[in-house]
């Protein structure tokens, strides 16, 4: 097959590093995977489904393994980025074996009891607590034993403020009076009704990180594959949640803030980012290459091409669909940046 261009990213095109042989070598603006543009991959016209170097002119099994390839790239990309994550190393919650050994270490919210203290004062799961202060005593550090025996301490009139930082980066101060009578167990202990664990840095030797970017690959992969299937679901029945997606411009956002908070997150990002692309574009959507694939499968089972007139109608009105969920995406994004 006749390749027409080997991308590094996603376009838009930066630059054009060389050309050899026919085939243009990119670099383009989107960091995530890269792409190759096969010649005749949409048949579009006679001369392409005749010509011998065409993607449409080539065996039909050979065609789907092309494009099944694309997609298994883009998973391969996301393992390495992840198996890069745990080796530069990635804030996770640590084991009281591990926390000596960590780096920047900090108390973080595990999970919040609802309606209690805690949750009317707004702290969220994923918030880190800086320090907390009762107008007599300052605790700082990442002990939860610390920091329970400190709360403990108060009850009824004793206003605790949490200094916080949420998930998105942004610092606060909350307010929280601690309660008694929350814990079962232990009813007349006072508590703010939400449960700490310490984070930090802990990186893994090569070996580790590669049998542990193998799981967490896989379960990324089911879990982003069960996501893409609720938000199309919901695409066709207007009811999909557009909060739960970015696009260009929250993407941007994400990967910037990402890489403020370190090589092993920007890596973790990156590696979320194509795993979904891959799955993406093995959604059986003209103009993508599950709907290219469709086309291969359909074609096996009638025995003949299928029209370029039809696949080419087809393609655009998949591409037209496409569009538009990306522009109304977009305009989401922008709205939830300025509002």
Not at 33 to 62: H, M, T
Not at 178 to 197: C, F, K, T, W
Not at 199 to 212: C, D, F, Q, R, Y
Not at 255 to 284: D, E, K
């Amino acid at each position: 097959m006749r390749v027409d261009e080997f991308g590094l990213g996603y376009p838009p095109r930066a630059l054009v590093i060389a050309k050899k042989g026919g085939t243009l070598y990119t670099l383009n603006w989107l960091p995530f995977g890269g792409f190759v543009k096969i010649y005749g991959e949409d048949g579009l016209s006679l001369n392409q489904v005749r010509d011998s170097r065409a993607f449409s002119a080539r065996p039909r099994i050979l065609q789907a393994l092309v494009l099944v390839a694309g997609v298994a790239m883009n998973l391969l990309f996301a393992y390495v980025l992840i198996t890069g994550a745990l080796v530069a190393g990635t804030p996770r919650a640590l084991s009281p074996d591990e926390v000596a050994g960590a780096r920047n270490r900090e108390l973080a919210v595990a999970s919040v009891l609802p309606s209690s203290p805690a949750a009317r004062a707004g702290l969220l799961p994923g918030d880190s607590i800086l320090a907390a202060e009762d107008g007599h005593f300052v605790f700082s550090g990442a002990d939860p034993a610390a920091f329970t025996e400190f709360v403990a301490k108060g009850e009824g009139n004793t206003t605790i403020a949490l200094t916080v930082r949420h998930v998105s980066g942004k610092e606060e101060t909350l307010f929280a009076r601690p309660e008694a009578g929350i814990v079962p167990s232990d009813p007349s202990r006072a508590v703010l009704g939400v449960e700490v664990a310490t984070i930090g840095i802990m990186p893994l030797s090569l070996g580790s990180a590669m049998i542990e970017g193998a799981h967490l690959t896989w379960g990324a992969t089911k879990m982003t594959a069960i996501g893409l299937y609720h938000f199309f679901s919901g695409v066709f029945t207007l009811s999909a949640d557009l909060s739960q997606v970015a696009g260009p411009v929250g993407i941007a956002g994400v990967v910037g803030g990402a890489s403020a908070q370190g090589l092993g997150h920007l890596f973790s990002i990156m590696a979320i980012i194509s795993i979904n692309l891959a799955l993406i574009n093995l959604i059986p959507v003209p103009a993508l290459d599950g709907g290219r694939l469709l086309f291969v499968i359909i074609e096996s089972v009638i025995r003949r091409p299928i029209k370029p007139v039809i696949a080419q109608s087809v393609n655009a009105v998949g591409f037209l669909f496409l569009v538009f969920l990306m522009l109304v995406v977009t305009a989401h994004d922008i709205f939830r940046i300025v509002g």
